[in-house]
């Protein structure tokens, strides 16, 4: 084990006094030993009156023999001691990384040799990474010049489109997607004005859109698939934060092998994503229109055919006759009127909640699975037509009939149901119908048209049944004690070809080697550092107690994603601190009360960067002292950073050990880190990303290779003990 630097050469100091003094000591003792009774008493009485007379002439000397010594050794110590370490901690950085500051060619001839030795060997290194890296980039100069073109083409597009690997983790997106999350799934408590992205590379889109809808799709999907489908896809709608309504396309990215697609090799998933919101409010202002022409229609027919049935009478005198006249020619207007407000109300037709053609044998199978899990009974699906399609909302309507046989199993208090799904056609709909044995199990608790489904959503079977523009209702056999719930539903239109994805495209945001990310997950402290996503952060203060009233001023962080920096994924945001900003932190941060007035408060400003930060592990330089703000915070926030935490201070300390000075300055020196924005919360979190970076490999070189490993190893540290 190294001694921390300056221990050793205190040691080395204090050690020829330390040994002097015992070879003093050892050798009067043994001479006193050798000597008899009468000869040791003679030369105790000789140098006694010596030793009180000169006594301090031999300590003086002694003293300065010491210092003397002690002196030569430092600098021996120094020169051979702390000199080669020193040597090593900057030949593995320039052995990591040959753009690293040379080393210095200090200390004796021999290092300075060494150094110089070593100096050549980067120079030689960093020539021949030039050279390879000049001959991959003349290499891929093809492909990189088709990729800009892709990349400029899905700039262009006007669909939002984003693609996932298996674990459903972000790989790419365009800027059009970004502006769709951005506007459309703010997260729940997070200020308007603060900047903070939904989605961004290697981050689950479960985050955002509910795992079990995406499940569903993708269970669709490979349905299609294994049926063989040439482009298999599936469409949901899902609802944001804010209310709007989004309609997802899913299709799978297939491995290409050959010049084939391999079928059933998936690697990822792409997304199309609309904002319909505006379609299907339009959709319903025309039904409310309708509806209310329906009503007084009937009752402007009712006041004419009134009207004519009086005029029949022959006895009827002119002035009564006019009169009924005129409430015919009044209501013949008003209907006119009502008729052209209608007409005019249809052009601004939009669509109602989006609905996807499926085989009803697929659907029916897909119920049944979802049943027997749900209630442990299995279900009898073979009366169902297999020529039948419907144009349904597959997960809303699987999650009714769901919810309706656990409603019959529970009233059946553990008997068998005897469940069967029965799909039939009926004059141009279809009836699908969740058939059990006993009648009575329907009563069961009532309320089961209006009871919510539970999960995620708030809806109740009816409003499923609206949304397909269907019917409801329970019938029960004419003979025996059956019954079942029979569902009217409406039949797909001719043609069931799936819709067909664009063509291939690729945007500014990718990293397509997330498409090889394992498709299991393990425990966070047994991953690799190098296999892990960061968010690396820093924050601006009002001052240094954070029990004692200072506020967090801003906080800023970036991204590290399969060990890059995204730099296009950056989080920035000042905060309003609700207290004054002392001079003396001005001078440091350079945020005056002017720049903060009207920015978002703390608690409004943590939710989006708590879900900036999500399934990330945190990292900050000192990052003890920013995690006492945030955990203060807890409480007015609502949220709670419960995620692993990375210090650089503590790492650069693992890396080299002998070194005095682990401030972020000195670090970046040692790491050949440019030192930027000094003292702003983003330019902060920039440079420790960098030097995060630049750690990995000084760390793995020392047998640091996991995040569990490098949590342990950091715990040990001086600075870890440190308390805010």
Same mark, same amino acid.
């Given at each position: ?38 000869? #040791? ?40 001691? $702390? ?14 990384? !040959? ?34 890296? #000049?001959?991959?980039? $003349? ?16 700039? $262009? ?43 961004? =590379?290697?981050?689950?889109?479960? @985050? ?11 269970? +669709? ?7 063989? *489908? ?8 899902? +609802? @944001? ?20 697609? @391999?079928?059933?090799?998936? +690697? ?45 009478? !022959? ?159 329970? *019938? ?13 539903? !409406? ?37 690799? =550092? ?52 002392? $001079? ?15 920015? !978002? ?32 915070? *807890?409480? @007015? ?88």
């Amino acid at each position: 084990m190294r001694l921390p630097r300056g221990t050793g050469a205190v040691l080395a100091m204090l050690l020829p006094g330390l040994a002097l003094a015992l070879w003093l000591v050892l050798g009067a003792g043994f001479l006193l030993m050798a000597l008899d009774g009468a000869a #040791r008493s003679a030369l105790l009485g000789a140098l006694a009156p010596v030793a009180e007379s000169h006594g301090m002439v031999l300590v003086l000397w002694w003293v300065l023999f010491s210092a003397g010594a002690g002196l030569l050794a430092r600098r021996f110590y120094v020169a051979h001691a $702390e000199a080669p370490d020193r040597l090593a901690d900057v030949a593995r950085v320039l052995a990591g990384d !040959p753009s690293a500051p040379h080393v210095p060619a200090t200390g004796p001839a021999g290092l300075k040799a060494l150094a110089e030795v070593v100096n050549d060997l980067a120079a030689q290194r960093r020539t021949l990474q030039d050279d390879m890296a #000049r001959l991959v980039a $003349e290499a891929s100069r093809d492909v990189a010049f088709q990729r800009d073109q892709l990349a400029a083409l899905m700039a $262009e597009l006007e669909q939002s489109v984003v693609v996932l690997n298996l674990e459903g983790r972000i790989l790419l997106y365009n800027a059009r997607a970004r502006t769709l999350f951005r506007r459309l799934f703010r997260t729940a408590g997070t200020a308007e004005g603060v900047s903070a992205d939904p989605i961004g =590379l290697g981050r689950s889109i479960h @985050t955002v859109i509910d795992r079990a809808l995406m499940d569903h799709a993708r269970e +669709t999907v490979e349905r299609l698939m294994g049926r063989g *489908e040439a482009r298999p896809s599936a469409r949901f709608v899902t +609802t @944001t934060p804010l209310g709007h309504l989004v309609r997802v396309l899913l299709a799978p990215v297939r491995a290409e092998a050959g010049g084939a697609m @391999t079928g059933q090799q998936i +690697t990822g998933f792409v997304l199309l994503l609309d904002d319909i919101t505006d379609e299907y409010e339009a959709r319903a202002r025309q039904d409310r229109t309708l509806i209310d022409l329906n009503e007084s229609a009937r009752a402007s027919l009712a006041a004419m055919q009134a009207a004519l049935d009086m005029l029949d009478y !022959p006895d009827l005198d002119a002035p009564d006759r006019e009169r009924f006249q005129a409430v015919v020619r009044d209501e013949v207007m008003g209907l006119g009127t009502r008729l052209s407000l209608a007409a005019d109300a249809s052009s601004d037709m939009g669509s109602r909640w989006p609905l996807q053609d499926m085989l009803g044998a697929d659907l029916a199978a897909a119920a049944a699975r979802r049943i027997a899990a749900d209630t442990g009974h299995n279900v009898a699906t073979d009366q169902v037509d297999a020529d039948i399609w419907l144009s349904v909302d597959s997960f809303a309507l699987i999650g009714a009939l769901a919810f309706l046989a656990a409603r019959v199993a529970e009233a059946e208090g553990g008997a068998d149901p005897a469940f069967a799904l029965r799909l039939t056609p009926a004059s141009g709909r279809v009836h699908l119908d969740l058939a059990f044995a006993d009648a009575r199990a329907a009563t069961g608790g009532g309320g089961w048209q209006s009871a919510p489904m539970g999960g995620t959503s708030q809806l109740c079977v009816r409003d499923v049944v609206e949304r397909h523009g269907g019917e409801l209702w329970l *019938e029960r056999a004419r003979t025996g004690t059956g019954a079942c719930f029979r569902f009217l539903l !409406p039949a797909a239109s001719e043609g069931h070809a799936e819709a067909q994805a664009p063509a291939e495209s690729r945007p500014a945001y990718f990293d397509f080697d997330l498409f090889a990310a394992s498709a299991g997950s393990h425990a966070s402290d047994d991953r690799l =550092l190098s296999d892990l996503a960061y968010t690396v952060f820093d924050t601006e203060t009002t001052g240094l107690d954070p029990a004692g009233g200072d506020e967090i001023l801003q906080i800023g962080a970036t991204r590290i994603v399969n060990g890059r920096i995204l730099a296009s994924e950056c989080f920035d945001q000042l905060v309003d601190p609700g207290r004054s900003i002392p $001079e003396a932190g001005i001078a440091v941060h350079g945020i005056r009360p002017e720049m903060v007035r009207g920015k !978002p408060r703390i608690g409004e400003v943590l939710p989006a960067f708590h879900a900036f930060a999500a399934e990330t592990v945190l990292v900050g330089h000192n990052v003890a002292f920013d995690m006492r703000f945030l955990t203060l915070k *807890e409480e @007015t926030s609502g949220v709670a950073f419960d995620q692993p935490v990375l210090d650089t201070l503590l790492l650069a300390g693992l890396a080299h050990p002998g070194e005095e000075s682990h401030s972020m300055e000195a670090i970046a020196g040692r790491l050949g880190v440019t030192v930027s924005g000094r003292h702003t919360a983003l330019g902060d979190a920039l440079v420790t990303a960098d030097i995060f970076l630049k750690l990995l490999p000084l760390l793995r070189a020392r047998g640091i290779r996991t995040l569990g490993e490098a949590r342990a190893a950091a715990a040990t540290s001086y600075y870890a003990k440190l308390k805010y």
